[in-house]
């Protein structure tokens, strides 16, 4: 199992910057890939940007070129540094991590709210 917390979230206006940090509670070379998804009110979960154990990233295409996955292995945290933010970005950001043994587990945090003005 694996305990995560994140931080970072805030309101913002448009066109500025917020970095969101999560912290996890066991080494983060025993995950096989953490990300960050994000809810808005009535709409479903989605993947903002994911981040394997070997190093390779995806993100999503309304975030590309704006947003960034990064980790720190020392502190066993993950970041998403988020530039250019749109309010379309508003949203709860939630942290995930997946650990595949025989089969996958997804752990999840608690989220953090992202809110940008126009």
């Known amino acids: 199992q694996v305990q995560l917390v994140e931080s970072g979230g805030g309101l913002v206006q448009a066109g500025n910057s917020l970095r969101l940090a999560c912290a996890a509670s066991?080494?983060?070379?025993?995950?096989?890939?953490m990300g960050w998804y994000r809810q808005a009110p009535g709409k479903q979960r989605e993947l903002v940007a994911r981040?394997?154990?070997?190093?390779?990233?995806n993100y999503a295409d309304s975030v590309r070129g704006r947003f960034t996955i990064s980790t720190d292995s020392a502190k066993n945290t993950v970041y998403l540094q988020m530039n250019s933010l749109k309010p379309e970005d508003t949203a709860l950001y939630y942290c995930?991590?997946?650990?595949?043994?025989?089969?996958?587990?997804?752990?999840w945090g608690q989220g953090t709210q992202v809110t940008v003005s126009s």
């Open positions: 995930n991590a997946e650990i595949i043994r025989v089969k996958r587990a997804d752990y």
């Open positions: 066991r080494s983060i070379f025993s995950i096989n890939a």
């Open positions: 981040i394997t154990s070997g190093g390779s990233t």
